[in-house]
Every structure is written in C-alpha cells, then in structure tokens.
C-alpha cells in the first residue's frame, strides 16, 4: 500500500505546491519517496512506498517497461501477479520481484482491457511518453482510494483529499453533501466529496487524459450486474463447497507478502471464518480486536484463537483516550467518519506496529453478499405474499456505524444548509429481491464505501496496509448469483456462510446473531464525554458556521441525555462536523 500524486500541467506548474503535497503521503509510505517530470515537465508521476512485496529498493516507483515507453504509480497489490508473469514470461524482462512491475507489459499487449485480468486492490497511473497521455484506473469496489482536482493550471489526482487541498491553496465545504449527510447520514455521494471542487475517481472505472483535456471522464471497466450467473439449479451442497473453495482461495491470495501479516478479528462468523482459513496458510499468526467497556468480544475472540493456535491482541479503549485521540484522527481521515470505532482502530493499529505487523486482513465484504444484515431478512419477509406490511426502503435510512440511526429534523438545520440544494441519491434495482436490492445499493453507495475510506485512512495514518479478501470479486459475484433461499433461511441470514462455517468454527460462533453496536459510543456522549460536547456544540466556532439552528441542538442534546439514548448519531455528526472544519476550513 502506497500514496501516489498524478499531474497533468496545463501551465504554472506549482512546483513547490506538488512537493508538498507529495509530503503530505509520506505516512502512507515511510520506505521510499520519488516524484519524476516527464515531457517538458508536462506530466507528474509521484510515489510514496510502503515496502510489502519485494523488499529492495528497485522496486521503488515510478517504474519503468523494458521498452522506457511506459511509467506507472501505484497503490495497492495484485495478488494474482506470480500467474500473470507466468502467463507472459517470453515477452518483457523482468527487472524486480514486485507485483507492480507486471501492469506495464500487461497495458502494452492488451491496453485498458487488461484491469479484467487483475485480482487485487488498486489505484493506478500509466504514462504513455510517446502518446503524452495518462491512463488512470481504480479496483472493481473501490478498495484504494483516489480523488482528483480540475483547474486551469491542470489535473490533479492523488490518493488523499490533503495533498490537493495545498495545490488548490484553498479549501470550500460543499455544504449539499453536508446537508445531505445530516438529513440521511449517508457520507458517499457518486463523485462528490465533502469539499467543493474535489472529485472522487469512481470505483471500477478508468479513464485516458492528455494535454488537450480539461477535465476527468472516467469510463466503466467493471459492472458486477454483468457478472452474475444463474445458480437457481445447482445443487445447494454443491453450492456450500463452492462457496467455502473460493474463500479458501482468496485468503490464500490475500496472505501472499513479504513481510508479516495478521488479521483485524472481531467475535462474528465472518471475521471468525477469516481467521480458520488465514491460520491454514500461516503457523505463527497474530490477531487484534478493539475491546470496549460493556461491549467487550474478547469471549468469542478467545474461542477462536485458542482453538487455531492464533496469538491475540486485545486493544482496551476508554472514553478518555477517545477523546484524546479524536482531533488527530480527525485529520487523518480528512473527511466526516463512523464513530468511535474508528477511533479505536487508530490504537489498534499502534498495536499492530509495536508487534511489527505490517499487512492485516479485514473480514469486510460478506454481510452486503451474502445478505448478513437482518434489515435484509426484514424486507425479503415483507416481498412474500401473504405478508402483511409494505416493502421497507432500507436504503432511505442508513444507520451508523454504532447501529444507531442519523436525524431527520428539518429544524436542526440553520440558515447556511437551509437555503442549499441537496443531491438526490439514486437507488438502484436491477434484482427482482428487494433484498438484494438493498445489498446491492449498500455495496456500491453507501456502506462498502465509507466503510472502504474509513478503514483506509485508519491503517494508513500508522504505515499498515489493510487487505479485505472477502471483496475479491469472485466471491463478491458468487454472493450475488445464489438463489435468496441460500442467503435467507432458516437460520436468519447469511444462510449459506453459516452452514460452511458450521464445518470450520464452533457452532456458538456459526450460528450467533449478527451484533451491530460495537462500542459505548451512545453512553459517553451522553455521559463522561458531555462537557466534551458541550465545549463543541456550545462553542463561537460552532455558532458562526450556521450550519445548525444552535438552540435546536442544545435542546436535542439535553433530550438525548434524558433519553433512553438509542440514538447517538446525530450527536456525533454535530461534533465530527465542527472539529472537521476546524482541521480543514478555519
């Protein structure tokens, strides 16, 4: 895992506002740093490195195609690149071990068609030198990041929001986005980020720019709706071995490093079923779980650790080292971000370092496949006939991350977002099951990605690369091809992880629900970080945005103390937002 900046210079190259934002990577990857001018210093290619595959120093990037034709920045592994060099050994010299190196003879034989060939995560950029051209691309789900900027100078892309803020030297809230997160809670909106002007690359899409362009036009390479097959007539057992052949499969891709790797494990199936098959393809593995007061699951962690030999980490989190660490991270994720529990990875990702770990697997990815989620059990109940109720929009409300819920009262809004449009976000259903419907929608719009930047942008801001196999697209495709019966049954949801997991991890943990609060988020803020809020809600910073109808919040705040505190998001979202402009405005 990597940072890279990309420049295409239309005039006033703003060489020392480029250097800087190259700096701005350096946590992304402390093991080497190098930014290169091309063709009359017209084009940029810079490259920040964190050391995972082939650990030399010729490795570094930008690297080079035998012919010199061709350069590339990368971010990301391909972990399918030992079989891609196979595939292609008589024709391109290779100069280093790395899983990069191989895109470039890749882009020589089969141009933008060869992203179908990659299995991995990925940002990317390829410089033509004799056509003056870029080819930019990112990975099928959106797993590394990148943005880009349009100006009169130039475009700018980069795998973080800061880096282009210090070459626009000026950043503006889009205040519909913010409207839109407070009335929905939802933090991804298509292209649009959170400030004015910068653009998100969207998820399995590539795009060529040369001199002549002004602007970014990302084309699809990726649809998962034309990769889905017909299952309906396949025997369910047969099914079940597919399904646990292909995560047998993927782990063991997502294990390939040379340096250590571990695994990020919670008590449920899924990250309980990561940690059986990681444990296969390493004798000597290490895990690590945040660990909250009242929320605590170290229980179901043990079983599973004991019972595989894996050598656990517990990182026990309290409300003062919350608060303490929240500016910070704050910056890193130089967006609006889920709650506490992002704030716990910031020390769980310490830990990682201090036991010199430097690549960790992430059990993401199967809950929006393979319907894991009981909103998903509710709505599918509500499409049989004979059923009473009408069929739930599970995508018009989105819970957070502490699997409460945002608040939609208009009178919270004060005069700055009153009068702002917001942008309307398009539900998609391609499927005849609602409930794969709002899986879908979740996996492309709402919950995969901002789970994708939170999770990024946590072990990043500490130099750890996270890996999520249970977003290989194989796997993710297969979630998507298997009759409902197979996902939704008798056992709740996620039917048929369950039933392969029952073979692999003790039956308590197979078979246990699925737990959505993961911290004491809904009591601190009610509780011992209350003089924290206060001192934000209450604060002349706060007041002047007019972002929020100050009287309304005070109001709301007390009543949420007073209440059974069910919910706390919108608690949350007035305290991300103000410390958020205060790193990023002020």
Same mark, same amino acid.
């Given at each position: 895992?990597?940072?890279?900046?990309?420049?295409?210079?239309?005039?006033?190259?703003?060489?020392?506002?480029?250097?800087?934002?190259?700096?701005?990577?350096?946590?992304?990857?402390?093991?080497?740093?190098? &930014?290169?001018?091309?063709?009359?210093?017209?084009?940029?290619?810079?490259?920040?490195?964190?050391?995972?595959?082939?650990?030399?120093?010729?490795?570094?990037?930008?690297?080079?195609?035998?012919?010199?034709?061709?350069?590339?920045?990368?971010?990301?592994?391909?972990?399918?690149?030992?079989?891609?060099?196979?595939?292609?050994?008589?024709?391109?010299?290779?100069?280093?071990?790395?899983?990069?190196?191989?895109?470039?003879?890749?882009?020589?034989?089969?141009?933008?068609?060869?992203?179908?060939?990659?299995?991995?995560?990925?940002?990317?950029?390829?410089?033509?030198?004799?056509?003056?051209?870029?080819?930019?691309?990112?990975?099928?789900?959106?797993?590394?990041?990148?943005?880009?900027?349009?100006?009169?100078?130039?475009?700018?892309?980069?795998?973080?929001?800061?880096?282009?803020?210090?070459?626009?030297?000026?950043?503006?809230?889009?205040?519909?986005?913010?409207?839109?997160?407070?009335?929905?809670?939802?933090?991804?909106?298509?292209?649009?980020?959170?400030?004015?002007?910068?653009?998100?690359?969207?998820?399995?899409?590539?795009?060529?720019?040369?001199?002549?362009?002004?602007?970014?036009?990302?084309?699809?390479?990726?649809?998962?709706?034309?990769?889905?097959?017909?299952?309906?007539?396949?025997?369910?057992?047969?099914?079940?071995?597919?399904?646990?052949?292909?995560?047998?499969?993927?782990?063991?891709?997502?294990?390939?490093?040379?340096?250590?790797?571990?695994?990020?494990?919670? &008590?449920?199936?899924?990250?309980?079923?990561?940690?059986?098959?990681?444990?296969?393809?390493?004798?000597?593995?290490?895990?690590?779980?945040?660990?909250?007061?009242?929320?605590?699951?170290?229980?179901?962690?043990?079983? *599973?650790?004991?019972?595989? &030999?894996?050598?656990?980490?517990?990182?026990?989190?309290?409300?003062?080292?919350?608060?303490?660490?929240?500016?910070?991270?704050?910056?890193?994720?130089?967006?609006?971000?889920?709650?506490?529990?992002?704030?716990?990875?910031?020390?769980?990702?310490?830990?990682?370092?201090?036991?010199?770990?430097?690549?960790?697997?992430?059990?993401?990815g199967l809950d929006e496949s393979f319907l894991g989620y009981d909103k998903y059990r509710r709505v599918h109940q509500n499409c049989i006939p004979n059923v009473k109720g009408q069929i739930n929009n599970v995508c018009d409300g989105v819970s957070a991350i502490d699997g409460t819920m945002h608040m939609n009262n208009s009178e919270i809004l004060g005069p700055e977002l009153k009068d702002v449009t917001s942008y309307e976000?398009?539900?998609?259903?391609?499927?005849?099951?609602?409930?794969?419907?709002?899986a879908y929608n979740d996996l492309v719009q709402s919950k995969i990605p901002r789970g994708l930047r939170f999770n990024d942008r946590a072990s990043m801001m500490h130099s750890r690369e996270l890996r999520v196999p249970f977003l290989d697209h194989n796997l993710v495709e297969l979630g998507f091809s298997l009759p409902i019966d197979l996902l939704i049954g008798e056992n709740g949801t996620k039917e048929i992880v369950r039933?392969?997991? *029952?073979?692999?991890?003790?039956?308590?943990?197979?078979?246990?629900?699925?737990?959505?609060?993961?911290?004491?988020?809904?009591?601190?803020?009610?509780?011992?970080?209350?003089?924290?809020?206060?001192?934000?809600?209450?604060?002349?910073?706060?007041?002047?945005?007019?972002?929020?109808?100050?009287?309304?919040?005070?109001?709301?705040?007390?009543?949420?103390?007073?209440?059974?505190?069910?919910?706390?998001?919108?608690?949350?979202?007035?305290?991300?937002?103000?410390?958020?402009?205060?790193?990023?405005?002020?």
């Amino acid at each position: 895992m990597c940072g890279i900046i990309i420049g295409l210079l239309h005039q006033n190259t703003r060489e020392a506002q480029i250097a800087k934002a190259l700096d701005q990577l350096k946590h992304r990857g402390p093991d080497a740093q190098a &930014g290169e001018y091309f063709l009359d210093r017209r084009f940029f290619l810079g490259h920040t490195r964190l050391k995972v595959i082939d650990l030399t120093d010729q490795a570094n990037q930008p690297l080079s195609s035998n012919d010199n034709r061709y350069r590339i920045v990368f971010n990301g592994e391909i972990y399918n690149y030992k079989e891609l060099a196979a595939e292609l050994h008589n024709e391109y010299q290779p100069k280093t071990k790395s899983d990069t190196e191989i895109i470039l003879p890749l882009y020589k034989k089969y141009g933008a068609e060869m992203l179908s060939k990659l299995r991995g995560m990925f940002s990317l950029c390829i410089l033509d030198t004799i056509r003056g051209e870029l080819f930019v691309a990112r990975d099928r789900f959106g797993i590394k990041p990148l943005y880009y900027v349009e100006t009169s100078s130039g475009i700018y892309l980069a795998s973080e929001i800061p880096p282009l803020l210090d070459i626009l030297q000026k950043s503006h809230p889009d205040l519909g986005v913010i409207r839109n997160f407070v009335e929905t809670g939802l933090y991804e909106f298509g292209d649009r980020t959170f400030f004015e002007g910068v653009k998100r690359f969207p998820a399995g899409h590539y795009a060529f720019i040369d001199l002549e362009k002004t602007s970014v036009e990302p084309k699809k390479w990726y649809d998962l709706l034309e990769n889905i097959q017909d299952y309906s007539r396949r025997e369910p057992r047969e099914l079940i071995e597919l399904f646990k052949h292909q995560c047998a499969e993927v782990v063991r891709f997502h294990m390939v490093a040379d340096v250590e790797v571990g695994i990020n494990l919670s &008590g449920g199936v899924d990250s309980s079923l990561l940690a059986f098959f990681a444990s296969k393809e390493s004798g000597d593995l290490q895990s690590f779980t945040q660990d909250w007061p009242a929320y605590s699951e170290a229980y179901w962690v043990k079983i *599973m650790t004991e019972s595989l &030999g894996i050598r656990s980490n517990f990182v026990h989190v309290n409300a003062g080292m919350v608060q303490s660490a929240i500016e910070k991270v704050v910056k890193f994720q130089s967006e609006p971000f889920g709650g506490f529990p992002v704030i716990g990875y910031h020390y769980l990702y310490q830990e990682a370092v201090k036991n010199n770990i430097t690549v960790l697997l992430d059990g993401n990815g199967l809950d929006e496949s393979f319907l894991g989620y009981d909103k998903y059990r509710r709505v599918h109940q509500n499409c049989i006939p004979n059923v009473k109720g009408q069929i739930n929009n599970v995508c018009d409300g989105v819970s957070a991350i502490d699997g409460t819920m945002h608040m939609n009262n208009s009178e919270i809004l004060g005069p700055e977002l009153k009068d702002v449009t917001s942008y309307e976000l398009i539900t998609q259903k391609p499927f005849e099951s609602d409930a794969k419907n709002a899986a879908y929608n979740d996996l492309v719009q709402s919950k995969i990605p901002r789970g994708l930047r939170f999770n990024d942008r946590a072990s990043m801001m500490h130099s750890r690369e996270l890996r999520v196999p249970f977003l290989d697209h194989n796997l993710v495709e297969l979630g998507f091809s298997l009759p409902i019966d197979l996902l939704i049954g008798e056992n709740g949801t996620k039917e048929i992880v369950r039933k392969a997991a *029952m073979g692999c991890i003790s039956t308590n943990l197979s078979m246990a629900p699925k737990r959505s609060v993961q911290s004491p988020q809904r009591e601190w803020l009610a509780g011992e970080m209350k003089d924290f809020v206060l001192s934000v809600i209450e604060s002349k910073s706060f007041s002047s945005r007019m972002w929020f109808n100050k009287d309304t919040v005070k109001r709301e705040y007390k009543n949420y103390q007073n209440s059974d505190r069910k919910n706390s998001f919108h608690v949350w979202q007035w305290v991300n937002l103000e410390l958020w402009a205060r790193e990023f405005l002020d």
